[in-house]
């Protein structure tokens, strides 16, 4: 199934709000815009690195990590490790298809620790932490090659229009394009998740 990128950008500004919180510890606010940092734990083998993704998914969130790879000249192989509520929903998919392109892979932690004193942008773990990974960053963590989520925390639910909700949740908003617009999205997310597998 093709579709309209031109489209797929217009549905941008369909969030999914915040879902709950991770562990309060170290001093990403998960509810900021999303941030990414290499983090490794000292060792020397596979799996020793990553790339910490933590806070919310913003619709410029796939800009950002695409600049993070070209900086730091990542290739295949390392996983993305996500702590994050959620956020924009298409943010989200464009961020899985550009984890899938790259060849990395996926898991949902907290990492905790220290700033490098070699690099400000890398973290040394001292600990592992349970993570979030929900709504929209569902989305992103299906991407990976692989997934991997051990003792963290992974929830979806229905995608909507936060200014509809917000202004009044029962009053009838939606028009027969809204609802088109719905199923085009579903088919559009479908169509994403099986060819992630």
């Known amino acids: 199934?093709?579709?309209?990128?031109?489209?797929?950008?217009?549905?941008?500004?369909?969030?999914?709000?915040?879902?709950?919180?991770?562990?309060?510890?170290?001093?990403?606010?998960?509810?900021?815009?999303?941030?990414?940092?290499?983090?490794?734990?000292?060792?020397?083998?596979?799996?020793?690195?990553?790339?910490?993704?933590e806070g919310t998914i913003q619709p410029d969130t796939p800009d950002v990590f695409k600049k993070f790879l070209l900086r730091k000249k990542v290739s295949g192989g390392i996983s993305v490790k996500f702590n994050s509520p959620g956020g924009s929903l298409i943010a989200g998919v464009r961020l899985g298809e550009m984890i899938r392109a790259a060849g990395l892979f996926s898991e949902v932690g907290k990492t905790i620790g220290e700033e490098s004193s070699f690099d400000p942008e890398t973290i040394e773990e001292k600990t592992r932490a349970e993570g979030i990974c929900a709504s929209a960053c569902v989305y992103a963590f299906i991407g990976g090659k692989t997934r991997f989520a051990e003792k963290s925390k992974i929830g979806i639910h229905q995608f909507y229009d936060a200014r509809a909700l917000l202004n009044d949740p029962i009053a009838k908003t939606a028009s027969s394009i809204d609802r088109s617009t719905d199923q085009l999205l579903t088919g559009i997310l479908l169509e994403y998740v099986t060819r992630m597998g």
């Open 1 to 53: 199934m093709g579709f309209s990128w031109r489209f797929f950008l217009l549905l941008g500004s369909l969030t999914i709000p915040a879902y709950g919180h991770a562990n309060p510890s170290f001093d990403y606010a998960i509810n900021g815009p999303m941030v990414f940092r290499n983090g490794f734990n000292g060792g020397n083998c596979n799996g020793c690195e990553w790339i910490i993704a």
